[in-house]
């Protein structure tokens, strides 16, 4: 849903007076964590997808739950950014329950095809079936959405808090001028 939430945010800013231009005014710090997390997350899927171990056990749960990590440590260098508080929770939210449960995200069976449950059942992703034993199975993918012209998305609630966040910090970048802060020389957005 994070693809959606952009563009909507985007074309909701550009009808309500925002500017493009303004989405290069302010600077994120740590920008490296976000594609090093992601390259992570991606390397882990794939392994995981294909079967391959990336050494023993541990390691793919540790790396996955890690590059959640990462991704704390940017929102948090980048707090002061509108939605970033969201975002930062969001974040918080997915790494916990993924922590909580062997470095893979938790999905409700009942919400999935049966092509879907099979795959996650024989181990496939980064993703797991919900079971008794899951922890934190309020956190996990429990939400289900599917409206006209998107397909069909399962989602956390933090995922929810993430895309309330990226919608915030791109409405409000297009939409309010920076000023900056004399007394800490810092970029502040209105």
């Known amino acids: 849903m994070l693809i959606e939430t952009l563009i909507l945010a985007f074309f909701i800013s550009l009808i309500s007076g925002g500017k493009i231009s303004r989405l290069g005014e302010f600077v994120l710090r740590e920008f490296w964590l976000v594609p090093l997390a992601l390259l992570i997350q991606s390397g882990v899927y794939w392994a995981a997808v294909r079967g391959i171990g990336l050494g ?3 390691v793919s749960p540790v790396l996955d739950t890690g590059s959640y990590f990462l991704l704390l440590i940017f929102t948090l260098r980048n707090i002061s950014l509108p939605g970033m508080r969201f975002i930062t929770l ?7 329950v993924i922590g909580f449960n062997g470095g893979v995200m938790p999905v409700d069976p009942s ?20 079971t008794s034993s899951t922890h934190l199975s309020f956190l996990a993918d429990v939400l289900y959405i599917d409206l006209w012209g998107l397909r069909k998305q399962m989602f956390s609630v933090g995922d929810v808090l993430i895309d309330i966040g990226v919608f915030l ?4 970048t297009m939409k309010y001028p920076q ?12």
């Open 56 to 58: 023993p056990s541990w």
């Open 90 to 96: 969001g974040i918080l939210l997915n790494a916990l």
């Open 111 to 130: 919400l999935l095809p049966e092509a879907s449950r099979n795959a996650l059942q024989g181990g496939q992703g980064t993703h797991g079936l919900m």
């Open 169 to 172: 910090l791109v409405y409000k």
């Open 179 to 190: 000023r900056v802060d004399l007394f800490s020389f810092k970029k502040v957005i209105r």
